[in-house]
């Protein structure tokens, strides 16, 4: 009799360490595999649940709901009721704003991304601006420069500077801008 009882005590202690250790297994992969979501997957699951609060690395925070997200950029119109679209590349997104509540949607795989548009990259929406002659607003740390983007190269893009209402015609001036140096890009 003092047998059983010793077994079914050593049988419930294996037990417990078993479930423990399947425990610390589970833990230890949702660890790893949140690990693995980069700010793009986060912003991808923010996105599903509705506006997206960024905060962008100079600061100013911006409320979007995005149409877009490419492999280093994402697109949406601002909620403030500007009629715009803002075109942020990843890089200057300092900070995803989010209530407490919407924070486990962030952390779940957002849906299988499939299409061109998560494989573009931002100098390529970039250079398709530049091609339909759209005019827009860079919006830089210091300032924005408004105009048409002429060229856009590895790293910096050409902006001909002028009138909103003048046109590519006139420009007063070419700024080159750095890429890394772009917050957003305003399109009306």
Same mark, same amino acid.
């Given at each position: ?20 250790? +399947?425990?610390? =297994? ?16 986060? %912003? ?31 697109? +949406? ?20 704003? =989010? ?47 408004? +105009?048409? %983007? ?28 750095? =890429? ?9």
């Amino acid at each position: 009799m003092r047998w059983d009882s010793l077994f079914d005590d050593l049988e419930g202690q294996l037990e417990r360490e078993l479930a423990a250790e +399947g425990e610390e =297994l589970r833990a230890e992969e949702e660890r790893l595999r949140i690990g693995r979501l980069a700010l793009r997957d986060r %912003i991808r699951g923010a996105a599903e649940h509705g506006p997206v609060r960024l905060r962008l690395v100079a600061g100013e925070p911006v409320t979007l709901e995005i149409t877009a997200i490419g492999r280093d950029w994402l697109s +949406g119109e601002p909620v403030d009721g500007r009629r715009c679209g803002l075109l942020v590349p990843l890089p200057a997104v300092a900070a995803l704003l =989010l209530a407490p509540e919407q924070v486990p949607g962030t952390l779940a795989p957002a849906g299988e991304e499939a299409g061109l548009t998560a494989r573009l990259g931002f100098p390529f929406v970039l250079r398709d601006l530049a091609r339909r002659r759209v005019p827009v607003e860079v919006r830089l740390a210091g300032g924005t420069v408004a +105009g048409t %983007i002429d060229r856009v190269a590895r790293d910096t893009v050409d902006v001909a500077v002028h009138e909103p209402d003048a046109g590519r015609c006139s420009p007063r001036r070419v700024e080159i801008v750095a =890429l890394s140096a772009v917050l957003a890009v305003r399109v009306p």
